[in-house]
């Protein structure tokens, strides 16, 4: 049982996440790879990503046991849609905290030689884990991003609602079926006995698409709001938007320009040559391809400085998330 003791001043600190905590979807969902979790649903995104999943990417499971202990420099909480901005903070992680962190795994499990290489600082180790992320995060991550953001919208709404109708009393009493509200006391099934006194903190109550059964909590040294991720309901695609979105968008555009049209997706703003990068094509082809996305009304650009940006259009994102 996980007891999280409120103050007043807590309680008026206490307020729910704007945006899906992108690098928490990522860190949680290999869980789902690593087991037979979370039922029908669980085996139709496994049967999609495992497949095709890189080496590389399989690899984040050596860092990411489904079970005990992860690092806690993985998952830093930013209000970002853009996947490469959420992997940012955890490459600038101080080298400190980064061999802290493992050396908490290693108590638990034997490090695999690229993991050590990481809790040694090398650079090379770094730039695994940078794209080991980027690969996973392609496959298992954003063709479902669309879905995550709705279903966090959703439970933001119905957050609000309780919040109006009783304020955050009633908001903690509706948080999950796992969560009991006895003031000023929120106790949550949870793998091991705990206390965490907020002690005027507040809390930042993070709704997740693939946290499992119990919500995680996190309470990094120095960060003056303690999180606490909750599971969301989960309700199965349909039958449509089950079909595979990367499948459907490159027969309707074509596969190279698809794949320009995700990476830009990726990101609120991105120049061609990143985009070039993430979607794995040559300049002049990923320029060719942006200009007819842009000409179909998908693309957005614009310059600033000595670059061009390019931005995804609500058609673009339609057509990205299935819901043209």
């Known amino acids: 049982m996980l007891r999280i003791h409120f103050t007043a001043p807590d309680l008026a600190r206490t307020r729910v996440a704007s945006a899906p905590a992108l690098m928490w979807e990522t860190v949680l969902s290999t869980h789902w790879l690593q087991d037979g979790c979370a039922g029908l649903l669980g085996m139709w995104w496994r049967g999609r990503v495992r497949p095709n999943l890189p080496r590389r990417a399989r690899s984040l499971a050596e860092l990411i046991p489904n079970q005990g202990y992860f690092p806690d420099f993985l998952t830093p909480h930013t209000a970002t849609l853009c996947l490469a901005e959420a992997v940012e903070p955890v490459l600038l992680t101080p080298r400190n905290e980064v061999r802290k962190d493992i050396e908490l795994l290693a108590t638990g499990r034997p490090l695999s030689p690229w993991v050590r290489d990481l809790h040694r600082g090398l650079a090379p180790a770094l730039a695994h884990l940078d794209q080991s992320f980027r690969d996973y995060q392609r496959l298992a991550i954003t063709p479902f991003l669309g879905t995550i953001s709705t279903h966090t919208a959703r439970e933001r709404a119905r957050a609000g609602r309780l919040l109006a109708s009783g304020g955050v009393e009633a908001l903690l009493r509706g948080l999950s079926p796992s969560a009991r509200w006895r003031a000023p006391v929120l106790g949550i099934d949870y793998p091991v006995d705990r206390d965490l006194h907020l002690d005027g903190r507040g809390l930042l109550l993070v709704p997740s698409y693939f946290c499992r059964c119990h919500p995680v909590t996190l309470v990094r040294q120095g960060e003056e709001t303690p999180v606490l991720l909750y599971p969301l309901g989960h309700e199965p695609w349909d039958s449509e938007a089950a079909d595979d979105t990367r499948e459907t968008l490159a027969n309707l555009v074509g596969c190279s320009r698809a794949a320009v049209l ?18 794995g094509l040559r300049l002049s082809s990923a320029s060719e391809h942006l200009t007819v996305l842009r000409r179909a009304g998908l693309i957005v650009s614009s310059r600033e400085g000595g670059s061009v940006l390019h931005e995804v259009t609500p058609l673009g994102a339609g057509l990205l998330h299935r819901h043209v």
Do not use: I
């Open 262 to 279: 995700e990476a830009a997706g990726e990101c609120r703003q991105s120049n061609t040559s990143q985009l070039a990068r993430r979607a």
